[in-house]
């Protein structure tokens, strides 16, 4: 569980850094080992949301840089006439094709169907990330992506939840990766050594279950969602806003 809040990494490192143990450990290789934590944390309530939205040029646009997660893609498209001040939203989803990066293929116009008029219409919108470019099924327009990134403050420092547990998992994270070369050339311990990666794999577990361990609020979204007799067939394309509803069924007599 989460309140929301973050505090700075320093308020961890001077911590780290006072121990005897750890009295050469510089302040950028910490924040290193700490972002090192945070991916291997995988929680998302340690991660911040942000949107990003890009141009397409040929059927591709560059991703964000400090992109971890993607958790939704749609295409802005403002070319309907009758919408002229408005935006349309369209979700996107990622591509099945196996050779969606062939020119043959995402470059061209044939992912289309008819609709019952006989006039031509593309079917879905898709999408695939390599090598820090997304490549579309449309060829112009642009795109927003909703994503989680790793906060960070003004000097580029990652941000940590405000959670006791998460901090102690990060010191002793953080403690276990500086040492551990230490350790193997046998410049300390095997008691030391040994004493700290017992407290890291006993903080860690606990960090990652007590980020992961939902609200009252967040349970209630989740049990509407999992307590449907009716599945929505049209839940991705309106981004899921209403999957946490609750389900209100009407009754014949």
């Not at 919408?83 to 044939?110: C, G, K, P, V, W």
């Not at 994503?147 to 403690?175: C, H, Q, R, W």
């Not at 009252?216 to 049990?223: I, R």
């Amino acid at each position: 569980m989460t309140n929301g809040n973050t505090k700075s990494l320093g308020t961890i490192l001077w911590k780290v850094m006072k121990n005897p143990l750890a009295s050469e450990l510089t302040y950028e290789e910490a924040a290193e080992y700490a972002l090192e934590f945070l991916k291997l944390l995988g929680a998302p309530a340690a991660y911040e949301a942000k949107l990003y939205t890009a141009e397409l040029v040929n059927h591709k646009a560059e991703i964000p840089c400090d992109l971890l997660k993607i958790d939704g893609v749609r295409y802005l498209d403002s070319s309907d006439p009758t919408t002229a001040s408005a935006t349309r939203f369209i979700a996107m989803r990622e591509a099945t094709n196996a050779y969606h990066y062939s020119d043959d293929e995402h470059l061209s116009e044939q992912d289309t169907e008819f609709d019952l008029r006989g006039n031509h219409r593309r079917s879905e919108f898709t999408y695939k990330v390599q090598r820090g470019i997304i490549f579309t099924s449309m060829k112009d327009g642009c795109i927003e992506m909703a994503y989680k990134a790793i906060s960070t403050d003004e000097d580029g420092f990652p941000l940590i939840p405000d959670n006791e547990k998460v901090a102690i998992a990060m010191e002793y994270y953080i403690l276990t990766r500086y040492l551990e070369p230490l350790y193997l050339m046998g410049k300390i311990t095997d008691k030391a050594f040994e004493y700290i990666q017992q407290k890291r794999y006993f903080y860690m577990p606990s960090a990652f279950t007590s980020l992961q361990m939902p609200n009252e609020d967040m349970m209630e979204s989740m049990m509407n969602g999992i307590n449907r007799l009716i599945v929505s067939p049209s839940a991705h394309a309106n981004f899921y806003k209403k999957l946490g509803e609750k389900e209100r069924l009407r009754k014949f007599r």
